[in-house]
């Protein structure tokens, strides 16, 4: 009989036989997949799993305290957090092209995990949050970071001494399986129930060049349309719902001083499959307020577009 608790049971039966006593290491990203693959190792094997998460300067507002508190304070898992927002920037600073974008920070990723795998002694696995879909995704499809780190794995590309077994306890399940699972480990409902996030984060959604100053704007009105989406009971009715920076200036009135200041352009989307979507019919009134809320609380934006394209053409990133 298939119950979130028999697959957690079985999984961790599987687990604990697949690693006996060694030493695993997970990429946690704060999505769904490696955050149930966190909780399920840590529930099997305690101590002897290792996260490492990576600050790329590019996840959503607090973030990167919150999977800190999630998983290191309040689960007690080892976290390694390696802040390396100077660095991606660094990197990123004059680069405008979309997919070179996606490639820099791919492969910072891929150093910066590199870096801190090395620090660590005597790790055998490499845990993954692999999950069904992807194990029958075609090969050119956009990547996320568990695979990047995979392909990387594959490629033979981690240092010479450092040889993982890879272990991968979701992929057999469908991403609503997984979600289940997560309740089932005691993971909070926002958490499991997230829209997906792109690996690249709100590096494709700052168009263009990636600058520290836009991605801090970004990240203050990405919340305030997310807190508003939650509250008016319209984030789970929408599949993917973000803000997106626009690096083009638009004269405004506030009070009687006049602005001249960046665009923010909001997303939301319904989908099955993120194959094709369309755009969410949120209520005006809602979008009234994000809109307001965003143009007075944030001195460095003074209009903002709502995106009514569908996918296809459109595709639901900006980028
Ligand atoms: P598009 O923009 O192609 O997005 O319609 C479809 C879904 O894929 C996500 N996406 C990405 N995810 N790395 C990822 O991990 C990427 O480079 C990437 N590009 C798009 C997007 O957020 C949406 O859910």
Known sequence: LWTPAN?????????????????VLLGLSGGVDSSVVAALLHKAIGEQLTCVFVDNGLLRLNEGDQVMEMFARNMGVKVIRADAEELFLGKLAGVNDPED??????????????TEAAKLSDVKWLAQGTIYPDVIESAGAKTGKAHVIKSHHNVGG???????????????????EVRQIGLELGLPWDMV????????????????EVKKEYADLLRLADDIFISELRAAGWYDKTSQAFAVFLPVKSVGVVGDGRRYEYVIALRAVETIDFMTARWAHLPYEMLEKVSNRIINEISGVSRVTYDVSSKPPATIEWE
């Open 158 to 176: 981690l240092p010479e001494d450092m040889s993982f077994e890879l272990i991968e306890p979701l992929r057999e399940l469908f991403k609503d």
């Open 193 to 208: 129930f997230r829209h997906p996030f792109p690996g690249p984060g709100l590096g494709v959604r700052i168009l263009g």
């Open 101 to 114: 974008k996606r490639k820099i920070i791919g492969n910072t990723f891929i150093d910066v995990f590199d």
């Open 7 to 23: 697959i957690v049971e079985d999984a961790i039966a599987r687990v604990r036989e697949t690693v006996g006593g060694d030493k």
